[in-house]
């Protein structure tokens, strides 16, 4: 993330006329181009994220069940008993809530630390030229370009206890003793998900980092090879300063998009067995909506959801832009 | 000034669009000429095969009333989904199908349309029906919000060939049950089959199972009672027959609807499955003739409550909403009708909800009569207060976990049970308010 370049935008210049006294204001012509071209962005912000942030905000203050959801105008206000509720971690529906948050953190700092080791060894491998360095590029770009759901059927069809892939390779084909144990209930169910999320999140990585790689000039590494550095060392002392900038985007980027994810957790596990190993944050607040309609709960949720995800947000660019200022 | 309505222009173009977007495509008008939109719940061998069987019995209808019928199959596991979907964005079908134990909470949305006296003489009239079906259709006191469609017991099957060569009987009681099951479970073949990870197949046996012990739900001002010890028990001696009577496979954990057992038992996998009689037609399919099996009663204790079923069933709905309330209100006629009854009762295997209909869905007499006998004699209705489908929702999901701890090695206790159904309780109660 760039913090000492200031780019300007198109910013209006107004022409230097011959300076006449009167104050009108005169507005350069096509003035209003800039303005026409932002709307259609805005109104589509606005109707796209902001109204449903503000609306799931208000929901968050009412008891919003199914007696009123025909009729959203006529649920009770209740202030902040939603959140009360979610927050008393001695009440079943507050422990619910925390075991899922630590599950969601454990679940968030393997996949993306794993991710981004795959990311970055793979890109760096595939730094160098070589013949077939093009078709590895586009095979690791593979899970990412194939839709979510083909691909997350996919592993759950392999995951099956009895029918399939992985069982069926580790036990029948490789011999290992034992049962075949289950994958998508119990306590394998979080290894499972964290596979499939790294599967899906890595190669992402591997192409920011690409793209980090190709702007840090050869040079330097050449001179540094003059210098007796090993590759480690070079990787150490220069890939990964000169990759700063887009690590910081990167890890944030990756963060929140794992610690947000629905769409693993419902596929591979159905919209209603998923196990309490597998249990996402946001599955378990689209649960705590849909099971029982409470959708005032849900929302209250989802808001202390958004708040700490800001909170880390901003701590993380805070340090992230100290540091950069300091370097 | 000229620009400035460019930009006006502009703004409402991009407004409209989006508008445009969000705006419902149904219009008015009248009954003849107009199309409904209708949503089958699955009952066939799969939703293919509803749609197969209710494509001509739909244009049967078009034909006698020149309104046309946009049909969609829904699978349960997302049927309620969509319907909370529907409600909440006032955006679904005109007429609908749900499970019948969902008609007291759909009914307290309000977002469905009261068969008040008009209405039911439009469809023609309440004393078509059976009166426990009838029943069904909503909370006592209120005019109905759905009527009976498709009527539906549970039945243990058991497969009469290795009945005979393990030289058993079909089972009178509970402690039958688990011996036969346990005589018929060997390296290859189990006693049992059960869809131990569908969470509506989970919490109709949790209820039933908990009826024999004189078990309740939920208090006569409908606040929740999952944690009596009579529902504790009744769980725990249906999660035993994996988890201590070992006669059921660990991977029926992972069977999300009740088809999948089924078919183990039709293939002679199994030798007894509990199943509602819409079975037969997924039986058949996989080729087992229905003279191979026998049903009966799901067994109480000895000494308990001789419960095995609840009037289980589909009913129809039509969406307050709904722009074409004539042609919908047709429509109902016309499914309810003894002619379109007798269409579908074979394909669908149903009990009738029509009175003095003698039950066709199946050639197998007895079959029929143990059926009739259970639905009327032996039969508990699922409570009808507001909250039971979110008893259903939290307590099914509940048994779904605890199979899947069992299935994985882990033991459950009553103790764990106990504490699953207090979890259960809090979240219905936070959701009434309480």
Known sequence: ?????????????????????????????????????????????????????????????????????????????????????????????????????????????????????????????????????????????????????????????????????????????????????????????????????????????????????????????????????????????????????????LLLVMFLWTFNDFNTPYVLFGSTAQPAAGDLISFHIYNASFLTWNFGSGAAMSVLLLLFLLIVTGAYLLVVNRRNRNA | MRKRAIVAAAVAAAVSLVVAGCSSSGSGGSASGSTITYWASNQGTSLDNDKQVLTPVLDEFTKQTGVKVKLEVIGWNDLQTRIQTAVTSGQGPDVLNIGNTWAASLQATGAFLPYDDANMKAIGGSDKFVPTALKTGGAEGKPVTSVPLYGLAYGLYYNKKMFSDAGIQPPTNWEELVTDAKKLTNGTTYGFSLAAGSYTENVHFAFINASQNGGEWFDSKGNPTFTSTANVQGIKRYLDLMQTDKVVNTSNAQYDNGVQAVNDFATGKVGMILSQNNADASIVSNGMKSDQYGVVPFPAPAGAKQIATFPAGINLSIFKNTKNKDAALKFVKYMTSEDTQSKLAKPYATLPVLDGVKPTFTDNAEEAATFQKIYNDMSKPLPLVPAEDQFENTVGKAMNDMFAKIATGSTVSESDIKSAMQSAQDQVKQSLGG
């Open chain 1, 1 to 249: 993330m760039s913090t000492t370049t200031d780019v300007r935008g198109p910013a209006v210049t107004v022409p230097a006329e011959a300076a006449p006294p009167k104050p009108k204001r005169r507005r350069p012509k096509g003035w209003w181009l800039p303005f026409l071209l932002l709307a259609p962005a805005i109104i589509f912000e606005l109707l796209i994220h902001v109204v449903p942030m503000l609306t799931g905000i208000w929901i968050s203050f009412l008891q919003l069940t199914k007696f009123y959801i025909a009729n959203w105008g006529e649920a009770p206000f209740v202030g902040l008993k939603n959140y009360a509720v979610a927050l008393d971690f001695s009440g079943s529906v507050g422990q619910g809530l925390l075991k899922s948050f630590f599950v969601t953190v454990g679940f968030t700092i393997l996949v993306v630390g794993l991710s981004w080791v795959l990311g970055m060894a793979a890109a760096v491998a595939l730094q160098e030229r070589f013949r077939g360095r093009a078709f590895f590029r586009t095979l690791f770009l593979v899970p990412y370009a194939l839709p979510l759901y083909a691909g997350i059927i996919t592993w759950k069809f392999m995951f099956q206890k009895d029918t399939g892939a992985i069982n069926h390779f580790l036990f029948d084909n490789l011999g290992l003793p034992g049962d075949k144990p289950f994958w998508l209930i119990g306590g394998n169910a979080f290894w499972s998900i964290v596979i499939v999320a790294i599967w899906r999140l890595w190669p992402f990585a591997f192409l920011m980092l690409m793209a980090g790689l190709q702007s840090v000039p050869s040079e330097v590494y050449e001179a540094s090879a003059v210098d007796g550095a090993k590759p480690f060392r070079q990787w150490r002392s220069i890939t990964l300063p000169m990759l700063r900038p887009v690590n910081a985007v």
